[in-house]
């Protein structure tokens, strides 16, 4: 073992030490990047740290984090959510499970805006469950869907997994956005897919289905929802059709929420502050830890890690699809007690050489590594969005909670199967888009 293999395994240490002990995952980044850079080249330090941050924020790429939670509070405040509950719910209450099929569904539509799994979650849970509660959905069913549904925040676009991860790749965040749609698709309805089996194998968790909604109210709940879908059709459909970048996507989304927010006349200073306090929140986490993340795979490079790993790979006579196997493991399973902006930036930068030397198609991958933070999101002992839930439904026992999402987990799990057999699934749009 040479010695910068040595201080990077006890960097790794470090860090994982730091986040047992609750210290910011950013912040821990930054600690232990900035001492390993100071055991290799103490002149480095001062340079490296203050250029990285200020590389990082001077980024004009970057603005479309700020934009995107931006456009996601505001889609929270003007009540749009709830608005597209009540469509997705008008056209499948006819079907035993609706309003558990309506939660993934409005879910996925919130997704579109926010781009955060736990602010899916959160915010449907507030508008879901106590429906789903009043008509006897079995509490395992109720709380797993929306569990599950707010996975869809991470790889439905606007995806801010999707965009940490093509920044420190630095792949095309417009292609990225685009791999993630059909894939998003794919396992809204699977998720749905699976709402179908869990009462058709046991009909007591949901109510029989109700009467067939009117198609004057079908039509009338759905006009109501006309502002958070057309936001996402001009959004998404203005990066496929090549009309504006997803950086300029992020403003003119954040454009459209406001003036939406302003027309259903949901502004006022309380909602104004709650906004701005949220976005400012949200963006400086988010630039904490990319100015770690970044920090770190410096020290990571100056421990030349990356190449032993490569070339260890090389020797062990690996194949591309093995290696990929092996971190999505890993990543399913350090995403039951770890954030997955901080897996990505841990890990991304150590496989990235390895995988790169192997042929994988880091779009692809991309999708697959958005999957498994997914899995892990809900996965026990740790999985964050059931805590999430539990916040919304503090009656419910985690256990019931866990139960529920065993069907919403093979789901995900059939989708990263389909997606490794059928590659396209995930590059069709990107390649049909950029080439």
């Given at each position: 073992m040479t010695a910068g293999t040595g201080i990077a395994l006890l960097g790794f240490l470090a860090l994982l030490a730091l986040l047992l002990i609750?210290?910011?995952?950013?912040?821990a980044m930054l600690i232990v990047g900035a001492?390993?850079?100071?055991?290799i080249r103490p002149g480095a330090v001062v340079p490296v740290v203050a250029g990285e941050i200020f590389a990082v924020s001077s980024r004009y790429s970057l603005t479309i984090l700020p934009l995107f939670m931006l456009m996601g509070n505001l889609a929270l405040v003007s009540r749009m959510s709830q608005d597209l509950y009540r469509a997705a719910h008008s056209w499948l209450g006819r079907f035993?499970?609706?309003?558990?099929?309506?939660?993934?569904?409005?879910?996925?539509?919130?997704?579109?805006?926010?781009?955060?799994?736990?602010a899916a979650a959160l915010t449907m849970g507030r508008v879901s469950l106590p429906e789903m509660r009043r008509f006897r959905y079995d509490d395992s069913l109720a709380t797993g869907a929306i569990a599950a549904g707010g996975t869809l925040g991470i790889l439905i676009p606007p995806s801010a997994g999707l965009v940490i991860y093509g920044i420190i790749t630095e792949?095309?965040?417009?292609?990225?956005?685009?791999?993630?749609?059909?894939?998003?698709?794919?396992?809204?309805?699977?998720f749905v897919l699976a709402i179908w089996i869990v009462v058709r194998r046991d009909p007591d968790k949901a109510p029989h289905a109700t009467a067939s909604v009117p198609w004057r109210e079908r039509l009338r709940a759905t006009a109501r929802a006309t502002w958070i879908l057309g936001i996402v059709i001009v959004t998404i459909g203005g990066i496929y059709a090549g009309v504006f970048s997803a950086i300029e996507a992020a403003g003119v989304g954040a454009l459209l929420a406001l003036v939406a927010a302003c027309v259903r006349r949901t502004l006022n200073r309380k909602t104004v502050i709650e906004v701005a306090n949220s976005t400012l929140k949200a963006s400086g986490t988010a630039f904490l830890v990319l100015f770690g993340a970044f920090v770190f795979k410096i020290f990571l490079g100056f421990t030349g890690i990356a190449f032993v790993a490569s070339e260890w790979v090389a020797e062990q006579g690996f194949s591309g699809a093995q290696v990929v196997l092996l971190v999505l493991i890993m990543f399913i399973v350090l995403g039951t007690f770890l954030d997955g902006f901080a897996m990505l930036v841990l890990t991304v930068p150590l496989v990235q050489p390895i995988l790169e030397s192997l042929?994988?198609?880091?779009?692809?991958?991309?999708?697959?590594?958005?999957?498994?933070?997914?899995?892990?999101?809900?996965?026990p002992p740790v999985g964050l969005?059931?805590?999430?839930?539990?916040?919304?439904?503090?009656?419910?026992?985690?256990?019931?909670?866990?139960?529920?999402?065993?069907?919403?987990?093979?789901?995900?799990?059939a989708a990263m199967v389909l997606i490794a057999l059928l590659p396209r699934i995930a590059t069709l749009l990107p390649d049909a888009m950029y080439g």
């Open positions: 609750r210290v910011p995952v950013g912040l001492a390993g850079i100071a055991m035993r499970g609706s309003l558990a099929s309506a939660s993934i569904v409005a879910c996925a539509g919130f997704s579109a805006l926010s781009g955060s799994s736990l792949e095309s965040i417009g292609r990225l956005f685009m791999a993630g749609v059909i894939p998003g698709i794919l396992l809204t309805l699977l042929g994988v198609d880091m779009i692809w991958f991309g999708v697959m590594i958005v999957i498994a933070l997914e899995m892990g999101l809900i996965s969005n059931i805590f999430v839930v539990k916040g919304v439904a503090p009656d419910v026992p985690v256990r019931t909670m866990f139960r529920g999402i065993v069907p919403f987990w093979l789901a995900l799990l």
